[in-house]
Structures are given as structure tokens and as C-alpha cells.
């Protein structure tokens, strides 16, 4: 895997701390949501701890500079008012972050399967997540429990039926 290329506002001091003023604040948030998804689908992970403080996501040792729980915490609810991100607890600590929206997720699986010709077949989400055939596409690598959100979006469209069976879970599309 190659190395992450960090944009240069991480080596800038003060976008690690939040800004003042409300259009430059909006604009470190959405600056930041930008990187947290580009480093997330560049480590392959769907969760964060906002107590992760050795994540080099939230640190740069190289400027001695680190986000706050609170900026992590507002960049996050940023991700959500998006669609981007969901807590996991009550709490707000732990979080599944989204490289794409679950309704574009969803959009793409759909889109595969028609092009695939497998409507009306069943399909594990073992194959859609990290299948061979898929090994090329956008959704390759995604996290089951957040193909499952977006697969549950598809069914409440009337696109899907998510079946289970021991545990584990299958998918009509129609």
C-alpha cells in the first residue's frame, strides 16, 4: 500500500485548532471531513474512537500539534449531518464513518447487480463486499456492517430482501 499523502494543512499548526471565526471554521471542518474519509478508505477502516489519540489521523508529532476531543467530536457530527458518519454509542465516542453516503453505497451495489444480471438471485454480503467480481469497484472493501445499512435503505425502497440465516445474512435483489 502506499504511504498517505497528507495535505499540506496538516503541517500547518493552526488547523488543529478550531478557528474562531465562522466561515474559516466551516471551512476546517469541511477540510477535515475531506481528510478523515480520504485516510480512512486509505487504512480501509469504518470506525473511529474519539479517544484515539495516537491515531496519526489526529496527530501530527511532527509539529507537535493534536486535535481535541471536542474539534473530533465536531468533525464527526460534520461527517453525519453529511451522511457520512453514525455513533455507535450514546456517548458519541466511538463512531462508523462512510467513505461514501449508505444511500450511495446502496446505489452502487443496485447498479452491479443490474449490470450483472443478478436480479432475482441471492447473493451473500461476503460476495458484494469482497467478492472477485466486485474486486474493482468502489464498494470493494466496504465493511459488512455498513453494507448492511445501506442494503437495509435498498429493501425499505422495495429493491432487496435481506435474509438471514444462522447468523449470517443474504440478500434477494429484484
Known amino acids: 500500500m502506499a504511504e498517505f499523502q497528507w495535505p499540506w494543512e496538516y503541517t500547518f499548526p493552526p488547523f488543529f485548532t478550531l478557528q474562531t471565526h465562522d466561515e474559516t471554521r466551516q471551512q476546517q471542518l469541511k477540510v477535515w471531513s475531506d481528510l478523515f474519509l480520504k485516510y480512512l478508505k486509505h487504512t480501509n477502516q469504518f470506525l473511529l474512537g474519539i479517544n484515539d489519540q495516537n491515531l496519526p489521523l489526529f496527530c501530527n508529532e511532527s509539529i507537535k500539534r493534536r486535535l481535541s476531543s471536542e474539534l473530533i467530536l465536531l468533525i464527526l457530527e460534520h461527517l453525519q449531518s453529511t451522511g457520512h458518519a453514525a455513533p455507535l454509542d450514546k456517548r458519541r465516542q466511538e463512531w462508523q464513518v462512510y467513505w461514501y453516503t449508505l444511500e450511495e453505497y446502496g446505489n452502487m451495489v443496485y447498479d452491479w447487480i443490474q449490470e450483472t444480471g443478478q436480479t432475482n438471485s441471492i447473493c451473500t454480503l ?15 472493501g466496504v465493511d459488512e ?19 438471514e440465516m444462522d447468523g449470517s445474512h443474504g440478500v434477494k435483489f429484484f
Not at 129 to 136: I, Y
Not at 145 to 163: F, P, S, Y
Request: charged share 30%.
Open 126 to 140: 461476503y460476495e458484494i463486499a469482497l467478492g472477485e467480481s466486485t474486486t474493482q469497484l468502489d464498494f470493494h
Open 145 to 163: 456492517a455498513v453494507l448492511l445499512k445501506a442494503l437495509r435503505l435498498l429493501e425499505e425502497k422495495g429493491k432487496c430482501e435481506l435474509i
